[in-house]
């Protein structure tokens, strides 16, 4: 996607080209910012998104990182990380709580896909945040990303999640790796237990909710009637108490 200015105006590039925007130390400047809406625009539209998930905006507002590939005027490439904290449901109906490193947009410009620019910016963020393929989340990846990633690094085990995050078998130890082929569990005939699943992932996330709300209640009630609070019917400050009357004088002879 070509830009009206060069690139090195809005950003800070490696030998490659490469650029990590930080969202929490990162300066920003409306060249940045048209890069990150313009980009982030194309990828929801590539994707057929109903909503575009990147902005500026959005972005400066968490924890997550940007790597954008870019060349003069140029901007090939975006990839977006960040962690998130997701529910998880193994082969045997267990529900994991994890916080994993998630892929939460990837978009290479039409003009420069087949040519090496994804499988570079993907490596050069694995190498910046020291991590491999599978110990990522992938946040509702397209049919173009799970091909890339079967291709490169040989990912395309999993079990399908409601949340419509990708985690891969490899995540896990060997020994906890649930025995499914190409994203489809071996066995059939468990549609009633999901169901319970689901049930109990929603009273799950719903009950961690009600918490927050009822901690959030107690704090605001313990800051207006604390513990040390005087009880207003005692009217104790308003009590003069003469303290002739208590004071027991002894005369001595």
């Known amino acids: 996607m070509q830009f009206q200015f060069p690139l090195q105006k809005a950003l800070q590039t490696n030998q490659n080209g490469i650029s990590v925007i ?3 130390n990162t300066r920003r400047n409306s060249f940045l910012d048209e890069v990150i809406d313009k980009m982030g625009e194309a990828s929801a539209i590539a994707q057929q998104l109903k909503q575009i998930i990147t902005t500026a905006s959005r972005f400066y507002g968490s924890d997550q990182r ?3 590939k870019s060349d003069g005027k140029n901007c090939q490439g975006l990839l977006k990380v960040g962690r998130k904290n997701l529910f998880y449901r193994d082969y045997n109906g267990q529900i994991k709580e994890l916080q994993p490193l998630c892929v939460l947009d990837f978009y290479v410009h039409e003009s420069v ?3 090496g ?5 993907f490596e050069e963020m694995l190498k910046n945040e020291q991590i491999k393929p599978e110990k990522l989340a992938y946040d509702r ?3 173009k990303l799970i091909g890339f990633l079967n291709k490169h690094y040989h990912l395309n085990q999993y079990i399908p999640q409601n949340n419509n995050f990708v985690i891969f078998n490899q995540f896990f130890s060997q020994n906890n790796q649930p025995q499914i082929v190409e994203g489809r569990i071996q066995k059939y005939g468990r549609n009633s237990q999901i169901d319970q699943l689901d049930i109990m992932m929603q009273q799950i996330s719903q009950n961690k909710m009600n918490q927050q709300q009822q901690q959030t209640q107690q704090k605001q009630i313990y800051q207006m009637n604390p513990p040390w609070a005087i009880d207003k019917s005692t009217n104790v400050y308003n009590n003069n108490i003469n303290l002739q009357q208590r004071t027991h ?3 001595i002879n």
């Open 117 to 121: 620019v994804g499988k570079e910016l």
């Open 141 to 143: 990846p397209s049919q």
């Open 249 to 251: 004088v002894y005369k």
């Open 66 to 68: 940007v790597y954008l």
């Open 113 to 115: 896909q087949r040519m």
């Open 22 to 24: 930080n969202a929490q």
